[in-house]
Protein backbone atom coordinates (compact mmCIF):
# COMPACT_ATOMS: atom_id res chain seq x y z
CA UNK A 1 0.00 0.00 0.00
CA UNK A 2 1.34 3.42 -0.95
CA UNK A 3 1.00 5.75 1.64
CA UNK A 4 2.13 9.14 2.70
CA UNK A 5 1.52 12.99 3.45
CA UNK A 6 1.59 16.37 1.59
CA UNK A 7 3.84 19.45 3.96
CA UNK A 8 3.06 22.52 2.57
CA UNK A 9 2.11 25.96 3.82
CA UNK A 10 -2.19 26.34 3.29
CA UNK A 11 -2.59 30.14 3.02
CA UNK A 12 -4.47 31.91 5.46
CA UNK A 13 -8.64 32.62 4.40
CA UNK A 14 -7.51 31.60 1.10
CA UNK A 15 -9.65 28.37 0.89
CA UNK A 16 -9.88 28.17 -3.38
CA UNK A 17 -6.13 28.71 -3.62
CA UNK A 18 -5.29 25.93 -1.09
CA UNK A 19 -7.34 23.77 -2.49
CA UNK A 20 -6.13 24.14 -5.72
CA UNK A 21 -2.79 23.53 -4.76
CA UNK A 22 -3.20 20.66 -2.92
CA UNK A 23 -5.34 19.30 -6.31
CA UNK A 24 -2.64 19.77 -8.43
CA UNK A 25 0.09 18.15 -6.56
CA UNK A 26 -1.99 15.33 -5.40
CA UNK A 27 -2.94 14.97 -9.46
CA UNK A 28 0.92 13.91 -10.15
CA UNK A 29 1.59 11.27 -7.77
CA UNK A 30 0.50 7.59 -7.47
CA UNK A 31 -0.99 6.85 -4.32
CA UNK A 32 -3.11 4.94 -2.37
CA UNK A 33 -3.61 6.94 1.05
CA UNK A 34 -2.37 10.39 1.37
CA UNK A 35 -2.86 12.52 4.45
CA UNK A 36 -2.93 16.35 4.90
CA UNK A 37 -2.15 18.66 7.31
CA UNK A 38 -4.65 20.05 9.97
CA UNK A 39 -7.21 22.86 9.16
CA UNK A 40 -5.82 22.20 5.65
CA UNK A 41 -7.74 24.62 3.47
CA UNK A 42 -8.67 27.85 5.96
CA UNK A 43 -5.49 28.28 7.77
CA UNK A 44 -4.88 27.87 11.53
CA UNK A 45 -4.59 30.90 13.37
CA UNK A 46 -8.49 31.97 13.38
CA UNK A 47 -8.97 35.43 15.51
CA UNK A 48 -12.28 33.79 17.24
CA UNK A 49 -15.34 31.67 16.98
CA UNK A 50 -16.96 33.92 14.49
CA UNK A 51 -13.97 33.58 11.97
CA UNK A 52 -14.37 29.83 12.02
CA UNK A 53 -17.81 30.27 11.62
CA UNK A 54 -17.15 32.30 8.30
CA UNK A 55 -14.68 30.21 6.86
CA UNK A 56 -16.02 26.76 8.21
CA UNK A 57 -18.49 24.32 5.55
CA UNK A 58 -21.21 21.64 6.70
CA UNK A 59 -19.65 18.23 5.64
CA UNK A 60 -23.01 17.89 3.58
CA UNK A 61 -22.06 20.63 1.67
CA UNK A 62 -18.57 21.39 1.47
CA UNK A 63 -16.83 22.21 -2.14
CA UNK A 64 -13.49 21.19 -0.17
CA UNK A 65 -14.93 17.64 0.58
CA UNK A 66 -16.55 17.84 -3.27
CA UNK A 67 -13.42 18.62 -4.80
CA UNK A 68 -11.27 16.10 -2.57
CA UNK A 69 -13.61 13.58 -3.67
CA UNK A 70 -13.66 14.12 -7.59
CA UNK A 71 -10.21 14.05 -7.17
CA UNK A 72 -10.13 10.84 -5.32
CA UNK A 73 -12.47 9.48 -7.72
CA UNK A 74 -10.03 10.22 -10.59
CA UNK A 75 -7.03 8.80 -8.51
CA UNK A 76 -8.64 5.97 -7.00
CA UNK A 77 -6.84 7.55 -3.76
CA UNK A 78 -7.82 7.97 -0.45
CA UNK A 79 -7.51 10.98 1.44
CA UNK A 80 -7.31 12.24 5.36
CA UNK A 81 -7.68 15.68 5.61
CA UNK A 82 -8.21 18.70 8.29
CA UNK A 83 -11.38 20.16 7.94
CA UNK A 84 -12.53 23.20 9.72
CA UNK A 85 -16.55 22.09 9.77
CA UNK A 86 -19.75 23.99 10.58
CA UNK A 87 -22.32 22.11 12.16
CA UNK A 88 -25.63 23.87 13.08
CA UNK A 89 -24.14 26.35 15.54
CA UNK A 90 -21.10 24.55 16.73
CA UNK A 91 -17.66 24.09 14.73
CA UNK A 92 -15.41 21.87 14.95
CA UNK A 93 -11.72 21.06 14.35
CA UNK A 94 -12.52 18.16 11.98
CA UNK A 95 -10.58 15.38 10.09
CA UNK A 96 -12.11 13.48 7.34
CA UNK A 97 -11.55 10.31 5.30
CA UNK A 98 -12.68 10.73 1.77
CA UNK A 99 -12.47 8.22 -0.74
CA UNK A 100 -14.11 7.62 -4.56
CA UNK A 101 -17.26 7.32 -2.44
CA UNK A 102 -16.99 10.58 -0.97
CA UNK A 103 -16.51 11.12 2.68
CA UNK A 104 -15.67 7.94 4.48
CA UNK A 105 -15.50 9.32 8.25
CA UNK A 106 -15.48 12.52 10.21
CA UNK A 107 -13.77 12.44 13.20
CA UNK A 108 -13.71 15.71 15.04
CA UNK A 109 -10.72 16.82 17.59
CA UNK A 110 -11.52 15.90 21.13
CA UNK A 111 -8.08 17.65 22.71
CA UNK A 112 -8.52 21.73 21.37
CA UNK A 113 -5.13 23.18 21.83
CA UNK A 114 -4.35 26.47 23.33
CA UNK A 115 -6.53 29.17 21.76
CA UNK A 116 -8.39 26.87 20.04
CA UNK A 117 -10.45 26.08 22.67
CA UNK A 118 -11.77 29.57 22.31
CA UNK A 119 -12.77 29.44 18.85
CA UNK A 120 -13.65 25.63 18.32
CA UNK A 121 -16.44 22.95 20.41
CA UNK A 122 -15.02 19.64 21.75
CA UNK A 123 -15.35 17.35 19.37
CA UNK A 124 -17.85 14.92 20.06
CA UNK A 125 -17.81 11.91 18.13
CA UNK A 126 -16.12 8.56 19.56
CA UNK A 127 -13.21 7.69 18.41
CA UNK A 128 -13.66 4.76 15.42
CA UNK A 129 -11.51 3.15 12.73
CA UNK A 130 -12.73 2.84 9.13
CA UNK A 131 -11.49 -0.23 6.23
CA UNK A 132 -9.53 1.30 3.19
CA UNK A 133 -8.71 -1.23 1.17
CA UNK A 134 -6.34 -3.82 2.92
CA UNK A 135 -5.85 -1.63 5.94
CA UNK A 136 -7.65 -0.02 8.81
CA UNK A 137 -7.49 3.45 9.20
CA UNK A 138 -7.46 5.71 12.43
CA UNK A 139 -7.58 9.39 12.55
CA UNK A 140 -6.44 11.86 15.75
CA UNK A 141 -5.75 15.11 15.27
CA UNK A 142 -2.48 17.30 16.33
CA UNK A 143 -2.51 17.93 20.35
CA UNK A 144 -4.31 14.67 20.34
CA UNK A 145 -0.61 13.20 20.70
CA UNK A 146 -0.33 14.14 24.03
CA UNK A 147 -2.97 11.40 25.17
CA UNK A 148 -1.85 8.11 24.80
CA UNK A 149 -5.23 7.06 25.46
CA UNK A 150 -6.31 8.13 21.43
CA UNK A 151 -3.84 6.68 19.66
CA UNK A 152 -4.19 3.29 22.38
CA UNK A 153 -8.27 3.27 21.55
CA UNK A 154 -7.90 3.39 17.86
CA UNK A 155 -4.99 0.73 17.75
CA UNK A 156 -7.30 -1.47 20.00
CA UNK A 157 -10.29 -1.09 17.64
CA UNK A 158 -7.33 -2.50 14.69
CA UNK A 159 -6.15 0.32 13.26
CA UNK A 160 -3.29 -0.59 11.37
CA UNK A 161 -2.49 3.21 10.25
CA UNK A 162 -3.14 6.19 12.08
CA UNK A 163 -3.37 9.04 10.31
CA UNK A 164 -2.46 12.41 12.20
CA UNK A 165 -3.10 15.73 10.40
CA UNK A 166 -1.26 18.44 12.67
CA UNK A 167 -0.61 21.91 12.73
CA UNK A 168 2.45 21.22 15.37
CA UNK A 169 3.78 24.46 16.77
CA UNK A 170 5.84 22.84 19.53
CA UNK A 171 8.39 20.60 19.48
CA UNK A 172 7.78 17.19 21.08
CA UNK A 173 5.22 15.93 19.30
CA UNK A 174 7.35 13.90 16.43
CA UNK A 175 9.37 12.87 19.17
CA UNK A 176 6.16 11.14 21.10
CA UNK A 177 4.73 9.31 17.63
CA UNK A 178 7.60 7.24 17.69
CA UNK A 179 6.66 5.75 20.99
CA UNK A 180 3.01 5.78 20.21
CA UNK A 181 3.29 3.77 16.60
CA UNK A 182 6.24 1.17 18.69
CA UNK A 183 3.55 0.91 22.25
CA UNK A 184 0.17 0.17 19.58
CA UNK A 185 2.22 -1.34 16.91
CA UNK A 186 0.76 0.46 14.21
CA UNK A 187 1.80 3.02 11.62
CA UNK A 188 1.77 6.31 11.99
CA UNK A 189 1.65 9.12 9.95
CA UNK A 190 1.73 12.65 11.02
CA UNK A 191 1.16 15.49 7.95
CA UNK A 192 2.30 18.78 9.56
CA UNK A 193 2.44 22.39 8.03
CA UNK A 194 5.17 24.60 7.30
CA UNK A 195 5.40 28.34 8.08
CA UNK A 196 4.46 31.23 9.62
CA UNK A 197 0.77 32.41 10.04
CA UNK A 198 1.10 36.21 10.32
CA UNK A 199 -2.05 37.84 11.53
CA UNK A 200 -3.67 41.04 13.37
CA UNK A 201 -3.88 39.18 16.94
CA UNK A 202 0.24 37.20 16.25
CA UNK A 203 2.18 34.97 14.72
CA UNK A 204 2.40 31.13 14.58
CA UNK A 205 5.08 29.29 13.54
CA UNK A 206 4.42 25.57 12.60
CA UNK A 207 7.68 22.93 12.99
CA UNK A 208 7.32 20.66 9.78
CA UNK A 209 9.09 17.59 10.21
CA UNK A 210 6.31 15.73 8.80
CA UNK A 211 6.94 11.50 9.24
CA UNK A 212 6.09 8.39 8.93
CA UNK A 213 6.48 6.03 11.30
CA UNK A 214 6.57 1.93 11.28
CA UNK A 215 5.08 -0.31 13.89
CA UNK A 216 8.11 -1.18 15.75
CA UNK A 217 8.63 2.62 16.12
CA UNK A 218 10.80 3.30 13.22
CA UNK A 219 11.45 6.65 11.75
CA UNK A 220 10.85 5.60 7.71
CA UNK A 221 10.90 9.59 6.67
CA UNK A 222 10.70 12.50 8.25
CA UNK A 223 10.74 15.59 5.96
CA UNK A 224 12.66 19.39 6.92
CA UNK A 225 11.36 21.82 9.62
CA UNK A 226 10.46 24.85 6.82
CA UNK A 227 10.14 22.92 2.90
CA UNK A 228 6.76 21.63 1.79
CA UNK A 229 7.30 17.94 0.62
CA UNK A 230 4.86 15.39 -0.87
CA UNK A 231 6.11 11.60 -0.19
CA UNK A 232 4.88 8.68 -0.67
CA UNK A 233 6.37 5.02 0.58
CA UNK A 234 5.69 1.82 -0.24
CA UNK A 235 4.15 -0.04 3.54
CA UNK A 236 1.98 -3.43 4.57
CA UNK A 237 -0.41 -2.93 6.59
CA UNK A 238 -0.28 -6.31 7.56
CA UNK A 239 2.72 -5.60 9.53
CA UNK A 240 0.74 -3.65 12.00
CA UNK A 241 -1.22 -6.85 12.97
CA UNK A 242 1.86 -8.53 14.52
CA UNK A 243 1.73 -7.30 18.05
CA UNK A 244 4.63 -8.80 19.31
CA UNK A 245 7.63 -7.33 20.59
CA UNK A 246 9.31 -10.49 20.71
CA UNK A 247 9.01 -13.93 20.03
CA UNK A 248 7.27 -14.39 23.83
CA UNK A 249 6.22 -11.01 24.35
CA UNK A 250 2.81 -8.86 22.64
CA UNK A 251 2.05 -5.54 23.64
CA UNK A 252 -1.57 -6.29 23.23
CA UNK A 253 -2.20 -10.01 24.81
CA UNK A 254 0.38 -9.10 28.08
CA UNK A 255 -2.52 -5.94 28.99
CA UNK A 256 -3.65 -6.34 32.03
CA UNK A 257 -6.47 -4.02 32.10
CA UNK A 258 -7.82 -4.74 35.17
CA UNK A 259 -5.27 -2.91 36.64
CA UNK A 260 -5.76 0.03 34.56
CA UNK B 1 14.82 16.41 47.27
CA UNK B 2 17.81 14.78 46.26
CA UNK B 3 17.17 11.39 44.23
CA UNK B 4 19.35 8.83 42.15
CA UNK B 5 19.82 5.67 40.99
CA UNK B 6 22.42 3.61 41.69
CA UNK B 7 23.55 1.44 38.20
CA UNK B 8 25.34 -1.71 38.92
CA UNK B 9 26.33 -5.15 37.86
CA UNK B 10 24.36 -7.59 40.09
CA UNK B 11 26.31 -10.98 40.46
CA UNK B 12 23.92 -13.92 39.87
CA UNK B 13 22.81 -15.59 43.12
CA UNK B 14 25.38 -13.79 45.14
CA UNK B 15 23.09 -11.84 47.59
CA UNK B 16 25.05 -11.69 50.15
CA UNK B 17 27.99 -9.95 48.03
CA UNK B 18 25.71 -7.93 45.94
CA UNK B 19 23.68 -6.22 48.98
CA UNK B 20 27.57 -5.86 50.82
CA UNK B 21 28.20 -3.83 47.21
CA UNK B 22 25.33 -1.74 47.42
CA UNK B 23 25.31 -0.88 50.85
CA UNK B 24 28.67 0.28 50.80
CA UNK B 25 27.96 2.10 47.89
CA UNK B 26 25.14 4.12 49.30
CA UNK B 27 26.84 4.60 52.80
CA UNK B 28 28.89 7.24 51.15
CA UNK B 29 26.10 9.06 49.77
CA UNK B 30 23.66 12.20 51.12
CA UNK B 31 20.34 11.66 49.17
CA UNK B 32 16.55 11.36 49.94
CA UNK B 33 15.43 8.74 47.57
CA UNK B 34 17.77 6.37 45.73
CA UNK B 35 16.23 3.79 43.24
CA UNK B 36 17.77 0.11 42.89
CA UNK B 37 17.51 -2.08 39.59
CA UNK B 38 15.14 -4.36 39.03
CA UNK B 39 15.74 -8.07 41.08
CA UNK B 40 18.42 -6.13 42.66
CA UNK B 41 19.92 -8.87 44.57
CA UNK B 42 19.49 -12.15 43.10
CA UNK B 43 20.34 -11.13 39.36
CA UNK B 44 17.94 -11.56 37.15
CA UNK B 45 18.38 -14.59 34.05
CA UNK B 46 17.21 -17.57 36.43
CA UNK B 47 16.40 -20.71 34.43
CA UNK B 48 13.21 -21.52 35.66
CA UNK B 49 10.72 -21.24 38.42
CA UNK B 50 12.38 -23.75 40.84
CA UNK B 51 15.43 -21.47 40.85
CA UNK B 52 13.40 -18.48 41.57
CA UNK B 53 12.04 -20.09 45.09
CA UNK B 54 15.69 -20.70 45.96
CA UNK B 55 16.76 -17.43 46.01
CA UNK B 56 13.23 -15.75 46.90
CA UNK B 57 12.89 -14.38 49.97
CA UNK B 58 9.26 -13.04 51.89
CA UNK B 59 8.71 -9.90 52.33
CA UNK B 60 8.20 -10.47 56.25
CA UNK B 61 11.60 -12.52 56.30
CA UNK B 62 14.17 -10.89 54.36
CA UNK B 63 17.66 -10.34 54.70
CA UNK B 64 17.48 -7.88 52.13
CA UNK B 65 14.53 -5.83 53.53
CA UNK B 66 15.88 -6.30 57.18
CA UNK B 67 19.57 -4.60 55.76
CA UNK B 68 18.07 -2.10 53.41
CA UNK B 69 16.20 -0.61 56.25
CA UNK B 70 18.52 -0.43 58.82
CA UNK B 71 20.53 1.29 55.61
CA UNK B 72 17.33 3.40 55.39
CA UNK B 73 17.75 4.47 59.26
CA UNK B 74 21.41 4.71 59.55
CA UNK B 75 21.48 7.51 56.77
CA UNK B 76 17.49 8.92 56.61
CA UNK B 77 17.03 8.28 53.20
CA UNK B 78 14.21 6.07 51.06
CA UNK B 79 15.14 3.24 48.87
CA UNK B 80 12.97 1.94 46.23
CA UNK B 81 14.45 -1.27 45.17
CA UNK B 82 13.53 -4.48 42.55
CA UNK B 83 13.22 -7.30 44.75
CA UNK B 84 13.03 -11.42 44.56
CA UNK B 85 10.03 -11.96 46.47
CA UNK B 86 8.41 -15.39 47.80
CA UNK B 87 4.53 -15.29 48.79
CA UNK B 88 3.79 -18.90 49.83
CA UNK B 89 3.41 -21.07 46.85
CA UNK B 90 4.13 -17.62 44.44
CA UNK B 91 7.04 -15.50 43.27
CA UNK B 92 6.83 -12.49 42.01
CA UNK B 93 8.97 -9.59 40.46
CA UNK B 94 8.64 -7.31 42.94
CA UNK B 95 9.45 -3.60 43.80
CA UNK B 96 9.93 -2.10 47.52
CA UNK B 97 10.05 0.96 49.10
CA UNK B 98 11.42 1.32 52.29
CA UNK B 99 12.40 4.13 54.84
CA UNK B 100 13.43 4.54 57.95
CA UNK B 101 10.43 2.82 59.25
CA UNK B 102 10.62 -0.27 57.04
CA UNK B 103 9.02 -1.77 54.33
CA UNK B 104 6.12 1.29 53.16
CA UNK B 105 5.04 -0.55 50.02
CA UNK B 106 5.17 -3.55 47.76
CA UNK B 107 4.10 -3.59 44.20
CA UNK B 108 4.29 -6.72 41.95
CA UNK B 109 5.30 -6.58 38.46
CA UNK B 110 1.98 -6.29 36.43
CA UNK B 111 3.40 -7.28 32.54
CA UNK B 112 5.93 -9.59 33.09
CA UNK B 113 8.80 -10.14 30.00
CA UNK B 114 9.43 -13.11 28.18
CA UNK B 115 10.99 -15.62 29.84
CA UNK B 116 9.80 -14.19 33.17
CA UNK B 117 6.44 -15.74 32.01
CA UNK B 118 7.96 -19.04 33.21
CA UNK B 119 9.34 -17.86 36.31
CA UNK B 120 7.29 -15.32 38.39
CA UNK B 121 3.50 -14.84 39.04
CA UNK B 122 1.65 -12.20 37.31
CA UNK B 123 1.26 -9.09 39.67
CA UNK B 124 -1.73 -8.67 41.67
CA UNK B 125 -1.53 -5.42 43.56
CA UNK B 126 -3.30 -2.78 42.69
CA UNK B 127 -0.81 0.50 41.39
CA UNK B 128 -0.80 2.51 44.39
CA UNK B 129 1.12 5.89 45.22
CA UNK B 130 2.83 6.62 48.46
CA UNK B 131 4.11 9.50 50.24
CA UNK B 132 8.04 10.01 50.76
CA UNK B 133 8.71 13.22 52.23
CA UNK B 134 7.17 15.99 50.45
CA UNK B 135 6.54 14.12 47.55
CA UNK B 136 4.59 10.80 46.08
CA UNK B 137 6.42 7.83 44.70
CA UNK B 138 5.09 5.47 42.11
CA UNK B 139 6.62 2.49 41.22
CA UNK B 140 6.52 0.58 38.09
CA UNK B 141 9.16 -2.19 36.99
CA UNK B 142 11.44 -2.72 33.82
CA UNK B 143 8.61 -3.53 31.04
CA UNK B 144 6.06 -2.03 32.34
CA UNK B 145 7.56 1.18 30.17
CA UNK B 146 5.46 -0.29 26.96
CA UNK B 147 2.16 0.01 28.67
CA UNK B 148 1.20 3.73 29.56
CA UNK B 149 -1.24 2.87 31.26
CA UNK B 150 1.24 2.40 33.94
CA UNK B 151 3.16 5.93 34.49
CA UNK B 152 -0.54 7.19 33.66
CA UNK B 153 -2.60 5.81 36.62
CA UNK B 154 -0.04 6.48 39.13
CA UNK B 155 0.54 9.85 37.81
CA UNK B 156 -3.69 10.58 37.74
CA UNK B 157 -2.99 9.00 41.31
CA UNK B 158 -0.41 12.11 41.92
CA UNK B 159 2.83 10.30 41.87
CA UNK B 160 5.10 13.31 41.43
CA UNK B 161 8.09 10.94 40.81
CA UNK B 162 7.89 7.61 38.91
CA UNK B 163 10.51 5.08 40.40
CA UNK B 164 11.59 2.39 37.58
CA UNK B 165 13.58 -0.62 38.48
CA UNK B 166 14.62 -2.43 35.57
CA UNK B 167 16.79 -5.18 33.85
CA UNK B 168 16.42 -3.85 30.20
CA UNK B 169 18.12 -6.02 27.21
CA UNK B 170 15.86 -3.94 24.66
CA UNK B 171 17.16 -0.26 22.92
CA UNK B 172 13.74 1.51 23.46
CA UNK B 173 12.13 2.03 27.39
CA UNK B 174 15.16 5.29 27.91
CA UNK B 175 13.37 7.46 24.82
CA UNK B 176 9.99 5.97 25.62
CA UNK B 177 10.52 7.52 29.52
CA UNK B 178 10.91 10.76 28.17
CA UNK B 179 7.70 10.42 27.05
CA UNK B 180 6.28 8.94 29.93
CA UNK B 181 7.51 11.78 32.06
CA UNK B 182 5.91 14.65 29.09
CA UNK B 183 2.49 12.94 28.80
CA UNK B 184 2.02 12.58 32.93
CA UNK B 185 4.36 15.79 33.66
CA UNK B 186 5.93 13.63 36.16
CA UNK B 187 9.49 13.02 37.50
CA UNK B 188 10.88 9.07 36.16
CA UNK B 189 14.18 7.72 37.67
CA UNK B 190 14.96 4.69 35.39
CA UNK B 191 17.66 2.74 37.29
CA UNK B 192 18.57 0.12 34.87
CA UNK B 193 21.64 -2.54 35.57
CA UNK B 194 24.73 -3.23 32.93
CA UNK B 195 26.48 -6.27 32.00
CA UNK B 196 26.24 -9.71 30.67
CA UNK B 197 24.86 -12.38 32.66
CA UNK B 198 26.10 -14.97 31.83
CA UNK B 199 24.12 -18.42 32.69
CA UNK B 200 24.16 -22.15 31.84
CA UNK B 201 20.79 -21.36 29.78
CA UNK B 202 21.98 -18.53 27.51
CA UNK B 203 23.61 -14.81 28.49
CA UNK B 204 21.81 -11.47 28.58
CA UNK B 205 23.50 -8.29 27.68
CA UNK B 206 22.08 -5.42 29.54
CA UNK B 207 21.59 -2.22 28.27
CA UNK B 208 22.28 0.32 31.26
CA UNK B 209 21.59 4.03 30.30
CA UNK B 210 19.97 4.63 33.59
CA UNK B 211 18.40 7.96 33.75
CA UNK B 212 16.24 10.49 35.75
CA UNK B 213 13.65 12.67 33.34
CA UNK B 214 11.63 15.94 34.38
CA UNK B 215 8.13 16.72 33.86
CA UNK B 216 8.59 18.63 30.72
CA UNK B 217 10.21 15.78 29.00
CA UNK B 218 14.05 16.52 29.52
CA UNK B 219 16.53 14.13 30.02
CA UNK B 220 18.48 15.04 33.29
CA UNK B 221 21.00 12.86 33.01
CA UNK B 222 22.11 9.53 31.50
CA UNK B 223 24.33 7.04 32.80
CA UNK B 224 26.87 5.66 29.71
CA UNK B 225 25.62 1.72 28.79
CA UNK B 226 28.57 -0.08 30.27
CA UNK B 227 29.74 1.50 33.54
CA UNK B 228 28.25 1.62 37.23
CA UNK B 229 27.05 5.01 38.29
CA UNK B 230 25.50 6.32 41.25
CA UNK B 231 24.16 9.20 40.30
CA UNK B 232 22.01 12.23 42.77
CA UNK B 233 20.38 15.26 41.25
CA UNK B 234 18.45 17.84 43.22
CA UNK B 235 14.58 18.47 41.76
CA UNK B 236 11.62 19.69 43.08
CA UNK B 237 8.36 17.64 43.17
CA UNK B 238 6.02 20.14 43.29
CA UNK B 239 7.03 21.06 39.84
CA UNK B 240 5.76 17.92 38.90
CA UNK B 241 2.23 18.79 40.07
CA UNK B 242 1.80 22.14 37.72
CA UNK B 243 0.38 19.69 34.42
CA UNK B 244 0.62 22.64 32.02
CA UNK B 245 2.00 21.70 28.73
CA UNK B 246 1.41 26.05 28.02
CA UNK B 247 -0.51 28.44 29.82
CA UNK B 248 -3.82 27.44 27.96
CA UNK B 249 -2.98 23.17 28.12
CA UNK B 250 -2.97 21.31 31.01
CA UNK B 251 -2.46 17.45 30.61
CA UNK B 252 -4.87 16.94 32.91
CA UNK B 253 -8.04 19.07 33.13
CA UNK B 254 -7.56 18.74 28.63
CA UNK B 255 -8.64 14.71 29.63
CA UNK B 256 -11.55 13.25 27.61
CA UNK B 257 -11.91 10.06 29.44
CA UNK B 258 -15.53 9.45 28.49
CA UNK B 259 -13.98 8.74 24.30
CA UNK B 260 -10.85 6.61 25.78
Known sequence: ?????????????????????????LSKIEADLIVLPELAFTGYYFADRKEVMHYAEEVSNSICIDSLTALCREKNFYLVSGFTERHKDKCFNSSVLIGPQGLIHLYRKLHLFNTEKNCFDEGDIPLQVNAVMDSKIGMMVCYDWVFAEVSRKLALQGADIICHPSNLVLSYCQQVMLTRSLENRVFSITSNRTGVEKRPHGDLKFTGKSQLVAPNGDLLFRATTQKESLHVIDIDPAYARDKSLTALDNVFDDRRPQYY
Open 1 to 25: MRVGFYQYKPLFGKVSKNLAKVCNA
